[in-house]
């Protein structure tokens, strides 16, 4: 790898035009009150303090892209014949992310081992998730609401990041994690950062130090399957759940799409669109039939995919990067670490079962 | 090398369309380009996605056997916009074909075996490539059973080759339906009971039933008293799908997904899984 | 809220707190469950408290911060037994599910106290320089509330931080209650609502105010946390967003179909809106939804002298009709 380099904060402004000239860029900024990922505009301040209201899922996974143009047509041959034409549509150019955190990067990593599956390889995903960089900034203090501790992870995690930045005292060390990040080292704003390795270290040691030790999850998705049929356990769980979309749509690990058709006049568009298991609909059955009929059903399919059954064909990967989002903007302040930890010392009643 | 585009269907004609029941209706197709039906593999039991271009997209099992490939047949049953879309449409009509996805029976697991198809209502449409498809290697299996039913006679799909099934000597066939029906010539009675009836003997055979959740719930019960064990009892599933390649996160039951470890399940699979159904 | 109370009343807060508990106490076994609030993941959030024991009567707590509006799980209760603590305003929400039949008065028991206002976390996230993610601690009383967060103390005068609906407030005692807990404040319901930002608003041109619209809602992720935490939306699972029959609304992500959305959840919710402010204080991206009611409801107000959920008995004037309206004038053809 290159050698780290180092930004001043004076710079960081100049540094993202020079890599808007070339990519699409995305950073952090207020719209509203909340922080959201927008192309980057020099004319507006953006917002990188703290980690930003939604992740930047939606660069490699938009809310909604189309995934296939279809045309018809009178077949000249045979007037009463409808031709159909269908086209993929795959994505193009190239996107750089600023001031990601390391939680919201790690979620793609998450999508990888199901999107990028060999056999079954997603061609939109990848051609954005190879598309696009990602320049993480370390955190320098987690919130409340943090616990990538507790899921493999730290305040300075760069895994599926190209670019770790370590904010320092009037400026950035940017340390490359991949090929991508090296090349977007080059500009002639950055300096050798090599002094500073130890200033980076502390900033990374000090943000994990406020993280107190994490609880055992080794024995969640075991616990979670022991409670599977226990309902009440699950309607206590769930009592308070409105059954909205917000924790799945702001969760940088949560993947799932649905998939509808669109026309207008002799043309039409198929589009993948964000979905949640927390919706009625996810599952429901053209029959009637729905596998997840009540919201205690699905909020258990939420949690047990995290912490369950997702680890159990990924290596033991759990599928949550800690982030604390869906407890943080949850309207009704579910708290999915509770459920894990309630899940995990459940005992089973006696004489039950 | 480039990926395939897992979304991308591949456009097909109907050739044929036939009105099984007043709301199951079968399609016939092949794909546009010969090429591509030339080189076109699948096993039975295997599902493909049916598009209608600006409606949507279904699952359904490839109801013809591998055996015989002049087409591809699909059996419809109107339940929801995709399919309603579906049924409007008539010979030449494009349609968008993702095939082959998910599993398959286990056919070569079930060679010197006896067999026994129990099939409900729609449920039939996915036994007939696997039976079809052991009549064509009829050789490789010992006794074959099918017991057929369905609300009334009216409601029977594959009404055509019901009566070559039945005259074949190399395969036992029974036709019930639920309740009395004038003009009606077979069984009257519930599947499961009438499965009781028929006793087949549980010894190296396997059972193979597919069909409304009622009736597969008493069948298994009525398989269990005959002795079968949950190994010897083969079923597949129906569940919501969107991608059909294990991603989209609707047909799980728990780390499996119907799309790609089912559709098919051995019922002691099935007891491994969370209850989910 | 408009009722000058003195500091000390916070000894107040607590005798009617506990109060509140004796009486869920006497009822709890009576009922299934009863919903009221208990402390969340920090000092500064309260969170839905669902009460089925008499152990969990202890974890209740009453403050500024219960700003979930309960009546919303009602509708989802129904055939259950279940007491509800309420606010003024949650308790127009109870009404208007009475009015509507959604729920049935005999399986409800409703706890009231007297509301003094509940907070705008979004103003208070402003005041701490737009970061609440390290509440240390937090401590309110009717004037001020005292927050340290990352090793800093705030003290904020409570009546900038409490949510705009509660600054003109006119129901802070529930109106209707089983058990009142405390002393009644006062409800002011002869007085007019307050439109005036919904009028200076409809003061802008019509691009300027398109245009508020499309910056706000670019940034909608279509979770329908408004929709869902809305007491009154009550055919969420069969919701015209999602619906494919009628397929009013593509999955696109455009503005158009967002705000197709906010049309047709305002115009369902037109004279049934009690203005709880719930769709807005829980869309996870603060789009200011709730104005859109608020305009509805406006247009109720002055053209049939309505306002939902006051009276448990009266008919909401769009679930009925006269032969001849007041003030809608026929049109002379």
Redesign the interface.
């Known amino acids: 790898m290159d050698p780290v380099k180092y930004l001043k904060s004076a710079d960081l402004m100049s540094w993202l035009e020079e890599l808007a000239r070339e990519n699409k860029v995305f950073a952090p900024r ?5 922080v ?1 990922f927008a192309p980057f505009d020099p004319k507006q301040e953006i ?1 990188i ?3 930003a ?2 992740p930047p899922k939606k660069t490699v996974f ?3 892209e189309k995934l296939v143009d279809f045309t018809y047509s009178k077949d000249p041959e045979n007037l009463s014949r409808i031709l159909i034409e269908a086209k993929e549509i795959l994505p193009k150019g190239t996107t750089v992310v600023f001031g990601s955190r390391p939680c919201d990067v790690r979620g793609f990593t998450m999508f990888d081992r199901v999107y990028l599956a060999e056999k079954t390889t997603d061609v939109y995903y990848k051609a954005r998730r190879e598309n696009t960089s990602f320049i993480t900034l370390a955190c320098e ?1 987690p ?4 616990f990538c501790h507790w899921v493999d992870s730290s305040p300075s995690d760069a895994s599926g990041s190209d670019v770790l930045a370590t904010p320092i005292e009037d400026g950035y060390v940017l340390e490359p994690f991949s090929e991508k990040g090296q090349k977007l080292l080059t500009s002639s704003l950055l300096e050798n950062g090599e002094r500073w390795i130890l200033e980076v270290k502390d900033v990374h040691e000090n943000a994990a130090g406020f993280l107190a030790n994490a609880p055992d999850l080794s024995q969640a998705p075991q616990k979670l399957l022991d409670v599977f049929d226990n309902m009440e356990f699950w309607e ?1 769980a769930a ?2 759940c ?5 924790c ?3 969760c940088p690990s949560c993947y799932c799409f ?1 998939i ?1 058709d ?1 026309t207008t006049g002799m043309k039409g ?1 198929r ?1 993948r ?2 979905d ?1 298991c927390m ?3 996810f599952t429901m059955e053209a029959s009637g039939h729905n596998p997840r009929p009540t919201k205690a059903h699905r909020l258990k399919n939420r949690v047990g995919h995290k912490f369950s059954y997702y680890p159990a064909i990924h290596d033991g990967v759990i599928s949550c990067c800690g982030c604390g989002r869906c ?3 949850c ?5 999915i670490r509770e459920i894990v930890q309630e899940a995990i010392n459940h005992e089973p009643a006696i004489g039950k079962e | 090398m480039k990926d395939k585009n897992h979304y991308l269907p591949e456009m097909a004609t109907i050739n044929e369309v036939i009105q099984e029941t007043h709301n199951i209706m079968t399609f016939r197709v092949t794909f546009n380009d010969p090429q591509v039906m030339e080189n076109f593999t699948f096993q039975p039991g295997q599902v493909g996605q049916l598009s209608s271009f600006g409606t ?1 997209e279904a699952t359904f099992v490839i109801n013809s056997p591998p055996t015989r490939k002049d087409y591809l047949q699909f059996s419809v049953m109107r339940t929801g ?1 995709v399919t309603s879309k579906l049924h409007s449409l008539s010979e030449g009509d494009q349609i968008g074909v993702r095939a082959p996805l998910g599993n398959f029976f286990p056919y070569e697991d079930m060679k010197g075996k006896d067999i026994v198809f129990i099939g409900g209502g729609i449920g039939m449409a996915p036994l007939r490539p696997l039976m079809l498809y052991m009549l064509d290697n009829r050789k490789d299996y010992g006794k074959i059973t099918l017991l057929y039913g369905a609300r009334s006679p009216v409601d029977m799909a594959f009404n055509y080759e019901l009566q070559s099934w039945l005259e074949r000597e190399d395969l036992e066939t029974h036709l019930t339906i639920d309740a009395k029906y004038e003009g009606w010539q077979h069984t009257v009675g519930l599947i499961p009971n009438v499965l009781l009836d028929i006793a087949p003997s549980s010894e190296n055979c396997v059972a193979v039933t597919c069909g409304p959740p009622i009736m597969i719930k008493f069948t298994l019960q009525a398989l269990e008293k005959l002795g079968f064990k949950d190994e010897q009892i083969v079923t597949t599933l129906e569940k919501r799908m969107k991608c059909g390649v294990g991603i989209c996160g609707r047909c799980n039951i728990g780390s499996s997904y119907v799309c790609m470890d089912g559709p098919v399940f051995t019922a002691a699979q099935l007891k491994e899984l969370p209850n989910e159904l | 809220m408009g009722n000058p109370r003195s500091e000390s009343n916070k000894g107040d807060q607590v005798k009617f707190q506990e109060e509140l508990k004796d009486n869920i106490r006497k009822a709890l076994p009576e009922l299934d ?1 009863v919903i009221g609030w208990c402390g ?3 000092p500064l ?4 408290h ?1 009460m089925r024991r008499e152990e969990d009567i202890d974890k209740l707590e009453i403050s500024p911060l219960s700003v ?1 509006n309960l009546a ?2 009602l509708p989802g209760l129904r055939g259950k037994k279940v007491g509800i603590v309420v606010k003024g305003c949650d308790s127009r929400s109870v009404v208007e599910l009475l009015q509507e039949n959604l729920i049935n008065r005999e399986d409800i028991t409703i706890f009231g106290f007297p509301c003094t206002g509940v907070v705008d976390q ?1 103003k208070i ?2 005041a701490l320089g ?2 609440t ?3 240390e601690f937090c401590d309110m009383s009717e004037s001020v509330i005292v927050i340290k967060s ?1 090793d800093k103390a705030y003290t904020l005068p409570m009546a900038e931080m409490l949510a705009d609906k509660c600054s003109s407030c006119r129901y802070p005692d529930a109106v209707i209650s089983d058990y009142f807990a405390g002393e009644k404040i006062g409800n002011k319901g002869e007085e007019d609502a307050d439109y005036a930002a919904v009028e200076t608003f409809e003061n802008l041109s019509v691009p300027e105010r398109f245009g508020y619209w499309l ?2 809602f ?2 909608c ?5 408004c ?3 809305c007491p009154l939306c009550v055919c ?2 069969h919701c015209a967003a ?1 619906s ?2 009628p397929h009013w609304l ?4 455009n503005v158009r179909d967002k705000l197709m959305f906010q049309v047709i959840h305002a115009y369902h919710l037109a004279g049934r809106c009690t203005e709880c402010g ?1 769709c807005q ?2 869309c ?5 939804v709730l104005m859109f009611k608020q305009k509805m409801n406006k247009e109720i107000r002055d053209t049939f002298q309505y306002e939902a959920g006051v009276d448990p008995e009266a008919t909401p004037p769009l679930l009925s009709f006269k032969m001849k309206e007041e003030n809608i004038t026929e049109k002379v053809w």
């Open positions: 207020y719209e509203g009150d909340a959201i917002s303090k703290h980690a209201t939604m938009p809310q909604s203090k919130e409340t609401t943090c206590n009592a308070k409105l059954s909205c979309g917000a799945t749509y702001l649905n509808t669109e568009t589009f669109s964000w949640n919706s009625a609909q407890i943080k903007s309207p009704v302040g579910i708290d | 949507g916009e | 469950v969340s993941f920090d959030h309260a969170t839905p669902f979930h919303t799980y979004s996230k402003k737009g970061h993610g390290n509440i990352e910056k706000e670019d940034r992720i279509r979770c329908y946390a929709r869902n935490a969420r699972d999602e494919r029959d593509s999955q696109e992500n719930e204080r829980a996870p991206v603060d789009i200011p």
